[in-house]
């Protein structure tokens, strides 16, 4: 795989400071069911990091010590851990909102049954790739039966109050698109998606996010093999809007990967930049007490793919 990180580190992106700190964002493990062209994170079936029940111990106890009201649980496919529901409920049990970041198909995999069950029993927000309504366009971004699969999912989800108004169980979708282009206004978008989702399958969700690629990993790697990445680059970097640093995620979260150390971003844990202004990834386990507002925010090129165009975060378009 082509990298990409030499030629984002010199950057000019502005320089960012956080705010408080209230969402922690948790990545279990790199493996995957799946393996999509666009996954900034390389997830694939083969991949074997994951990280330990004795980390997510520390993930608890950092949150109770910080006052922190949101885990949100990532990889890969975080429900492939073998702890994951165990930290479920543990984290429930503490009182915090607990969002899955689900790819759908993973609710239809063996060993995976009762899964939609227990996600809904435990009040879990799932936010879920689906990357477009039609079949074709899922199926070329992720692979052969993915979309069916995913309809399968959601199907299932729909059946136990997700996506439905009024049910309390929220259910978001996630758009990135096929190639090197900015996604399409956000609003717009919602109100097809929804159409298109509910005429021919009979689906419903609450929102739809609409999230830029990132230049890194496997999206970049094929950025770089077809001579596109400083026209990407160009591209996001012509669509950079300053309206949209007071919203990007990094300000109010933190990144922990499978090991336990911390970043910025699960962008930055990515590239392998530890966190603010520190020449070695740092260990949670050193943060515990730590004052994040006023901390400085480490920055490369690849963070103009959040506040291009509309802007792009964990939680949608930020303008």
């Known amino acids: 795989m082509l990298d990409t990180f030499s030629l984002l580190l010199k950057t000019d992106f502005p320089a960012l400071q956080r705010t408080r700190l209230d969402t922690l964002q948790a ?8 393996s999509c062209l666009h996954c900034h994170v390389a997830a694939s079936p083969r991949r074997t990091e994951e990280m330990s029940w004795e980390a997510m111990e520390l993930l608890l106890q950092f ?3 910080q006052g922190v009201a949101t885990l949100d649980l990532t990889g890969g496919a975080p429900e492939l851990n073998p702890h994951f529901r165990r930290l479920v409920l543990a984290a429930r049990a503490q009182g915090l909102k607990v969002m899955d970041r689900c790819n759908l198909t993973i609710l239809n995999e063996p060993g995976q049954e009762g899964l939609a069950n227990f996600l809904a029993e435990n009040e879990v927000e799932i936010v879920a790739s689906m990357p477009c309504y039609l079949e ?12 069916e699969s995913s309809l399968a999912g959601l199907r299932q989800l729909n059946a136990l109050g997700y996506g439905v108004t009024g049910s309390g169980r929220v259910l978001n979708l996630v758009y990135n698109p096929a190639g090197p282009s900015l996604p399409p206004d956000q609003v717009k978008l919602e109100v097809a998606y929804k159409e298109q989702l509910a005429s021919r399958y009979g689906i419903v ?4 996010y609409a999230l830029a690629n990132m230049p890194i990993q496997r999206f970049g790697s094929q950025l770089v093999a077809n001579d596109g990445f400083h026209h990407y680059m160009g591209l996001l970097k012509a669509a950079h809007r300053d309206d949209n640093l007071a919203g990007v995620m990094c300000k109010s979260l933190i990144s922990v990967n499978w090991q336990g150390f911390v970043y910025d971003c ?11 202004e520190a020449s070695a990834p740092v260990p949670l386990a050193d943060l515990l007490a730590t004052e994040f507002d006023g901390l400085p925010i480490r920055v490369a090129d690849h963070c103009y793919g959040c506040t291009a165009g509309q802007g792009s975060s964990c939680g949608g378009a930020l303008g």
Do not use: A
Not at 205 to 208: E, P, S, V, Y
Not at 266 to 276: A, E, H, I, K, V
């Open 205 to 208: 969700f609450n929102q739809l």
């Open 63 to 65: 949150v109770q010590r």
């Open 27 to 34: 990545n279990l493990g790199y493996r995957c069911n799946q």
């Open 266 to 276: 699960d962008f930055n844990q990515m590239l392998g930049l530890p966190l603010g």
């Open 136 to 147: 074709e366009n899922v199926n070329r971004q992720r692979g052969d039966g993915v979309f």
